[in-house]
């Protein structure tokens, strides 16, 4: 087992905002503190290859220690509250690493994307280093590619729905946190719908003051129209044309939003039920036990197991990130 620890790392630290060093002294199943918004580690990752090489995966763990699905498996509501929402991160603030969950594969572990062979990276556009907020996921939605959206006029993406978290702190790839919906901007990519939501970490210093899309232009200017800019122009380094908007680049209210993540999860929801056709999405999972997809956790083991990692070494990051553009009109 010694010899495979380079490709097998685990980790258990700040899922559901537990800190990494209070998790490590955690017995399994106890509570993090007394606040009202701390929670036990309900999840764990576990890395397998490498690092920025296209055999890398971030598998989840749930607290008994099996294999799951953070697409189906992961609630997406924390309890009954209207707006607390369960966000996978993929990428974590101020990197350039392109990652994602792989809605193909079993089990949907997080990737790094590949063009033509080759990892993908975002590019710097000055101001911004890589990412500009904690980007990610929530689980067990689904943006149909096949259902025009009544407000985009557009399609959806095949993916969960994305998430831009705002909050003050750097998160970790693979954390599973507790967010609360503050609105929504409507991004055309190639003629489909891709929503991405604005929310905040429920653990973050300032969250008691975020209620809805309009604070967020309060207590942090200049960051919704940073994040409308990254957006129109983060694929103008790779020689394509500026992203569109619907609603002319205007972020929607809260309200709005929680009716797009309904409107997903009902996707979804339809997905795993096999009442639609999910062409080459992966619906392995472990907890939806009336799903026609549902495996044990035996099974799940073994579709893990089985998968092929190479020990070959990485590109390193560093190489990539250098290179700044500047876009200014």
């Not at 556009?125 to 096949?146: M, R």
């Not at 489909?192 to 003051?209: G, Q």
């Amino acid at each position: 087992m010694r010899a495979l620890l380079p490709l097998l790392r685990t980790n258990w630290a700040r899922r559901v905002g537990v800190p990494a060093a209070t998790a490590a002294r955690l017995p399994r199943g106890a509570n993090a503190g007394h606040g009202p918004r701390r929670a036990m580690a309900l999840y764990r990752t576990e890395e397998r290859g490498q690092p920025h090489s296209p055999d890398y995966r971030l598998y989840f763990k749930n607290v008994a220690g099996h294999y799951i699905s953070p697409f189906h498996d992961i609630p997406l509501k924390v309890d009954s509250k209207e707006n607390l929402f369960n966000m996978i991160v993929e990428v974590p603030r101020w990197t350039n690493a392109k990652m994602e969950i792989a809605t193909e594969e079993p089990l949907n572990p997080i990737k790094q994307d590949l063009k033509d062979g080759k990892l993908r990276y975002v590019a710097n556009i000055f101001p911004h280093k890589g990412y500009i907020w904690n980007y990610g996921a929530l689980p067990q939605t689904w943006e149909d590619p096949s259902r025009k959206d009544k407000s985009t006029d557009c399609c959806g993406d095949n993916d969960p729905i994305d998430v831009c978290e705002v909050g003050s702190k750097v998160l970790s790839r693979g954390d599973v946190i507790r967010v609360k919906i503050l609105g929504i901007l409507a991004l055309i990519d190639q003629g489909e719908t891709d929503w991405k939501l604005i929310a905040i970490n429920v653990n973050d210093p300032e969250a008691s003051k975020f209620h809805d899309i309009d604070d967020v232009r309060k207590y942090k200017p200049g960051y919704l129209e940073a994040t409308l800019n990254w957006f129109r122009f983060y694929k103008v380094p790779e020689g394509k044309p500026e992203n569109q908007f619907a609603f002319n680049g205007e972020f929607q209210n809260k309200a709005f939003a929680l009716e797009v993540i309904k409107s997903t999860h009902e996707c979804w929801k339809a997905l795993l039920m096999e009442k639609c056709d999910g062409g080459a999405i992966n619906c392995t999972n472990v907890q939806i036990c009336d799903s026609p997809f549902h495996c044990s956790e035996e099974e799940a083991r073994s579709l893990v197991e089985s998968a092929s990692f190479s020990p070959n070494k990485g590109s390193n990051e560093e190489d990539t990130d250098q290179v700044w553009h500047f876009l200014g009109k």
